[in-house]
């Protein structure tokens, strides 16, 4: 069955990094579209970014632009999401889905605090 | 940017109840809308997509219907296990956008 799975989260200090990684199994997900989506705590969704299949287009939200990079390995079937320059209101689960935002993984937790 | 509003933001209802969830879209979107339902602690789950469009393995209780601007959910007899948190997304620009959210608990 279709798994998405996100890890590398954890409580960094304002303007640090990480770096989300989101495993995929059960599917090929060279196949796919991939985006981040995230949730602050007590709040609704707020879409990031998307990859396209080969990694060769990329969109962003406005309130990550030029701070987090999504990209892909597809011979490791993983999806990547590179967030620098962190700040408190970047504290949320980040959730990994695919092309048609059809399966969800559980998501990983970045809280951002000195 | 492509806004979407929800109504209402919560609502009360009972087991057996018909509810319906209106989204609504600052600017024509075709029928590029899904609905997705939240519980507490857990990941969003796929209802709907091309506005009526059930994802497979959903209950046929739950409906979409619109187009445009103005969207809708319905659940036709609610459950104890539909009460969760729904939203809406636009998908037919860039950036995607959520809806605020609609809270459906128990009266």
């Known amino acids: 069955q279709v798994q998405l799975v996100e890890s590398g989260g954890g409580v960094v200090q304002p303007g640090r990094s990480l770096r989300l990684s989101c495993a995929g199994s059960g599917f090929t997900l060279s196949s796919f579209l991939m985006h981040w989506v995230r949730q602050a705590p007590g709040k609704g969704l707020e879409w990031v970014a998307v990859?396209?299949?080969?990694?060769?287009?990329?969109n962003y939200a406005d309130s990550v632009m030029g701070r987090f990079t999504i990209s892909r390995d597809n011979s490791k079937n993983t999806l990547y999401l590179q967030v620098n320059s962190l700040r408190p209101e970047d504290t949320a689960v980040y959730y990994c889905?695919?092309?048609?935002?059809?399966?969800w993984g559980p998501g990983t937790l970045v809280s951002v605090s000195s | 940017d492509i806004q979407l509003t929800q109504s209402p933001s919560s609502l009360s209802a009972s087991v057996g109840d018909r509810v319906t969830i209106t989204c609504r879209a600052s600017q024509g979107i075709s029928t590029s809308v899904a609905w997705f339902q939240q519980k507490p602690g857990k990941g969003p789950k796929s209802l709907i997509y091309g506005a009526s469009s059930l994802q497979s393995g959903v209950p046929s209780k739950f409906s979409g219907s619109g187009s445009g601007t103005h969207f809708t959910l319905t659940i036709s007899s609610l459950q104890p296990e539909d009460f969760a948190t729904y939203y809406c997304l636009q998908y037919n620009s860039y950036p995607f956008t959520f809806g605020p959210g609609t809270k459906v608990d128990i009266k």
């Open positions: 990859i396209s299949s080969d990694g060769s287009n990329k």
């Open positions: 889905t695919r092309g048609g935002l059809d399966f």
